[in-house]
């Protein structure tokens, strides 16, 4: 159980253009998502919470408007870089919670997405 | 100072023998406490999680949290070259805020 599916694993787009990342939850209902970037040789860096049905809460620095959230369903959420440059490339990794987090069920990561944008 | 704080390493163990990875956080009202396994180019997967203080073990892998010193640690026995990554450890700090906090990661290397 507890399997989060994430796509694509990797994409290469031309600066300037937008890629939408997915993230779903496949065996339970995330009540919430949080979307991390990870530079090569460093930690998770949290981007964003979202909570299904309403406003991602993005951490200190994340320009919301060029990462856009949408957490419409409790088994998917999206994340779209607009107007990616290639100090956007990076690893994108989503986690998504339940509420049964004392079980450790939550917190489970997707696969991750390798952006690189050229 | 950092809220969750790990010796980046690298931490080199040979075969065989227990690696300790250790943990420290500032924030007292942690509640909850994570060790993920992160291999090179992969998403973290989730090793163990503990709320309560003492030990937890899971097959090879034990952890160890003592809220009073405010570290969480874990041991790995018999360690086995596939245990090479990085592992992180995380806090979940407060009841209803419910992010994850990592520490920047210890890198172990396990020689055969």
């Known amino acids: 159980g507890a399997v989060v599916s994430q796509h694509p694993s990797w994409v290469i787009c031309k600066s300037g253009t937008s890629v939408k990342i997915e993230c779903r939850s496949l065996d339970f209902q995330a009540t919430t998502m949080f979307w991390y970037r990870q530079f090569p040789k460093q930690s998770l860096m949290l981007m964003a919470t979202s909570n299904e049905g309403s406003k991602a809460t993005y951490e200190q620095g994340v320009e919301k408007d060029k990462f856009l959230i949408n957490h419409a369903s409790l088994t998917l959420s999206t994340l779209t870089v607009t107007s990616a440059h290639p100090e956007d490339s990076s690893f994108y990794i989503c986690s998504a919670s339940d509420t049964a987090w004392r079980t450790g069920r939550g917190y489970t990561f997707g696969s991750g997405t390798r952006l690189t944008v050229v | 100072q950092k809220e969750v704080e790990q010796n980046s390493g690298p931490l080199s163990v040979p075969e065989g023998a227990i690696a300790s990875l250790n943990c420290t956080y500032s924030?007292?009202?942690?509640?909850?406490f994570f060790w993920y396994r992160q291999y090179s180019g992969k998403s973290p997967e989730l090793i163990m999680f503990i709320y309560s203080n003492g030990d937890k073990e899971d097959g090879r892998f034990t952890a160890q949290l003592n809220k009073a010193s405010q570290y969480v640690s874990l041991l790995i026995r018999d360690s086995q070259p596939s245990d090479s990554a990085t592992y992180l450890c995380a806090v979940k700090n407060l009841e209803g805020a419910q992010k994850l906090v990592f520490g920047q990661g210890t890198r172990l290397t396990i020689n055969p």
């Open positions: 924030d007292r009202g942690s509640q909850s």
